[in-house]
T-cell receptor, first 111, second 116 residues
């Protein structure tokens, strides 16, 4: 069935390090792809999205490119901050009325 | 003002009890959801409602019964609670009539349910 697979965490980085969190998806249909972020004690927030192949979503210094050939949507940031510490969820749409999530990747950034 | 608010934030209860979780959104959104996040952070959709009508039911046990008295509210009632029901339950809303994800979902901060 349709699914999203993320790298297991936690990902532990020092401040200003480069971040990559891998995400791959099943290639059924023409999904839109998303990254959501969950800060401690809060609900998920939409971070960025891409609705078709080769689109790049970006927000707050984070980027992800919709790669149809590799069915991937990896999240990157050039220089992480302590305030980026959170759980990051990759997601894809199912048809036009549903969103399914990966299992989340916890990012811990230390000063 | 909180856009999507859930109550209670924490709920500890014994096996076999019946409990409810409430959700309200003040965004004027058409579609609301319940998601369950287990201990491994896996987030899975349970239900969605559009303007008080059920549109998605993801084979959730019938001990779980969502109720939507109006477009702004979607409550979750759970009968005969089991240990496996322990999780964080998130309410969410979407501005789209059928919940097209391209329009983004807004999530509440979650209700941590612990069944002992």
């Amino acid at each position: 069935g349709d699914s999203v697979t993320q790298m297991e965490g936690p990902v532990t980085l020092s401040e200003e390090a480069f971040l990559t969190i891998n995400c791959t998806y099943t290639a059924t249909g023409y999904p839109s792809l998303f990254w959501y972020v969950q800060y401690p004690g809060e609900g998920l927030q939409l971070l960025l999205k891409a609705t078709k192949a080769d689109d790049k979503g970006s927000n707050k210094g984070f980027e992800a490119t919709y790669r149809k050939e590799t069915t991937s949507f990896h999240l990157e940031k050039g220089s992480v901050q302590v305030s980026d510490s959170a759980v990051y969820f990759c997601a894809r749409s199912i048809n036009t009325d549903k969103l399914i999530f990966g299992t989340g990747t916890r990012l811990q950034v230390f000063p | 003002d909180t856009a999507v608010s859930q109550t209670p934030k924490y709920l500890v209860t014994q096996m076999g009890n019946d409990k409810s979780i409430k959700c309200e959104q003040n965004l004027g959104h058409d579609t609301m959801y319940w998601y369950k996040q287990d201990s491994k952070k896996f987030l899975k959709i349970m239900f969605s409602y559009n303007n008080k009508e059920l549109i998605i039911n993801e084979t959730v046990p019938n001990r779980f019964s969502p109720k939507s008295p109006d477009k702004a509210h979607l409550n979750l009632h759970i009968n005969s609670l089991e240990l496996g029901d322990s999780a964080v339950y998130f309410c969410a809303s979407s501005p789209h009539p059928v919940g097209n994800p391209n329009y983004g979902y807004t999530f509440g901060s979650g209700t941590r349910l612990t069944v002992v």
